[in-house]
């Protein structure tokens, strides 16, 4: 199937009545997660509240959450992040060497997996699927990091939420109307922001 039969067949799916408002991945009053950051200095949990802010901004919950910052990669198994879950609550751990815009957009991107491990509806992923055409959701030993649906959705989320402009280089299909078509299957709405600076499909993919 087509990149492009894939678009027009999962944003059909979403309007068709399928995805009732219900049982959207967005809610119109998110609940207020509660958050624990562990081992950060002022700036970094202020920018670590800043991130949890988008996601209420944009109405979408997230569990309670506890952020765990390292200055190594020890903790994180090697990466620069890595997102557990813990009963209902969610745990990340930051692993990256410096403060700063990559320790954020890190922060975000572990933020979209907490939230699409605790709501991010069947529906929504598999809307997704259809968008992207990913075979495996989290199986890093059948799938490269970037063929994995769940760091596809981690890249476009932190994308469409993202009050700057990112550039999305760790995933293929990356022009503005891939990750905005992807953005809307796994969440029924249009992106909280979007930027379309870096979107155009013209930078390579650089993979970790």
């Known amino acids: 199937m087509s990149n492009a039969v894939r ?41 670590a509240r800043h991130d949890v802010a988008l996601f209420a901004e944009a109405g979408l919950p997230l569990p309670p959450l506890t952020i765990n910052r390292h ?4 903790a994180c198994n090697g990466h620069e992040g890595l997102h557990h879950e813990f009963g209902t609550r969610s745990v990340i751990d930051i692993c990256t060497t410096e403060s700063g815009t990559w320790e954020a957009r890190t922060i975000l991107h572990e933020l979209t997996h907490a939230w699409a491990f605790h709501f991010l509806t069947r529906q929504h992923q598999l809307a997704f699927q259809a968008v992207r055409g990913w075979k495996y959701w989290l199986d890093y030993d059948n799938a490269a990091w970037e063929d994995n649906g769940a760091e596809q959705a981690a890249e476009i989320m932190l994308w469409g939420l993202s009050d700057h402009a990112v550039s999305v280089v ?7 109307d891939e990750l905005r078509a992807g953005y809307i299957a796994l969440t029924g709405i249009e992106p909280l922001h ?12 650089v993979r970790s």
Do not use: K, W
């Open 7 to 47: 678009i027009i067949t999962a944003i059909a799916t979403l309007f068709s009545g399928v995805l009732v408002p219900r049982d959207s991945a967005a809610s119109a009053s998110p609940p207020t997660s509660s958050i624990e950051l562990i081992g950060m200095t002022a700036d970094e949990e202020a920018a």
């Open 71 to 74: 200055h190594d990669r020890v």
């Open 194 to 205: 979007g930027y379309t600076t870096y979107c155009d499909g013209r930078t390579n993919v």
């Open 170 to 176: 760790r995933i293929d299909q990356r022009s503005c």
